[in-house]
C-alpha cells in the first residue's frame, strides 16, 4: 500500500511541476509579447494640451468623405443593348452619369463594324440620364456590336480628364 502511495505522490509532484513550467512559460511569453515594441518617444516640447479644437461631427465627416469619393471615384451606368428604328432613326438607349460623380460626361457610340459615329450625347452632368435618343446617321436593319466611348470632363476648366468605355449592342428595327 505504501509503493502505491509514494507512486501517487510522485505522479501528483511531477504534474505540478509541469503545471508550474507551464505557467512560467505562458507568463513569459506574454511579457515578451508585451514589451516587444519599445515605448514612443515624444522629443521635444510636451504635447500642448487640447484648447479651442472640437471633433468633427458625425455629418461633417461624412460630407468630407464623401467628397474625396466623387473626386476620386466614378460610376456610369449604361444600358448593354440599345433599339432604334430605321425610319426615324429614334429609339431607347440608356446612359445615367450617377448623382454620386463629380465630374459631367458626352457619350460617342461607334460601330465596332467600321469605326463610324452613329450616336453622341452631348454633355450629361452628374444626376442626369439619357433614355430616349437619335441616331446620328441612317443605319441598316440589324444588330450591331458598338463600342461607347465616355468622355469625362472637369467641370471647372471644362478639359477632357479621361476617357472608359462599354460595350454596347445596337438593334436597328423596321
Not at 36 to 53: M, S, V
Amino acid at each position: 500500500m505504501k509503493l502505491k502511495n509514494n507512486k501517487l505522490k510522485k505522479r501528483f509532484f511531477i504534474i505540478l511541476l509541469l503545471l508550474l513550467l507551464l505557467a512560467g512559460v505562458a507568463g513569459g511569453y506574454y511579457w515578451y509579447k508585451n514589451n516587444q515594441n519599445p515605448k514612443d518617444l515624444i522629443a521635444g516640447e510636451a504635447f500642448p494640451p487640447t484648447k479651442d479644437a472640437h471633433k468633427m461631427t458625425d455629418k461633417e465627416m461624412k460630407a468630407f468623405k464623401q467628397k474625396e469619393v466623387d473626386e476620386t471615384q466614378f460610376t456610369l451606368t449604361i444600358f448593354p443593348e440599345a433599339t432604334f428604328n430605321q425610319e426615324t432613326l429614334e429609339g431607347n438607349i440608356y446612359i445615367k452619369n450617377e448623382p454620386v460623380n463629380a465630374y459631367p460626361i458626352n457619350v460617342k457610340v461607334n460601330l465596332d463594324s467600321d469605326k463610324s459615329l452613329v450616336y453622341e450625347s452631348g454633355i450629361i452632368q452628374p444626376g442626369y440620364e439619357i433614355t430616349k435618343a437619335k441616331l446620328a446617321k441612317k443605319v441598316a436593319v440589324g444588330t450591331y456590336k458598338a463600342t461607347a466611348y465616355v468622355d469625362i470632363y472637369d467641370n471647372k476648366t471644362k478639359q477632357k480628364r479621361g476617357t472608359t468605355q462599354a460595350v454596347v449592342t445596337i438593334q436597328v428595327n423596321e
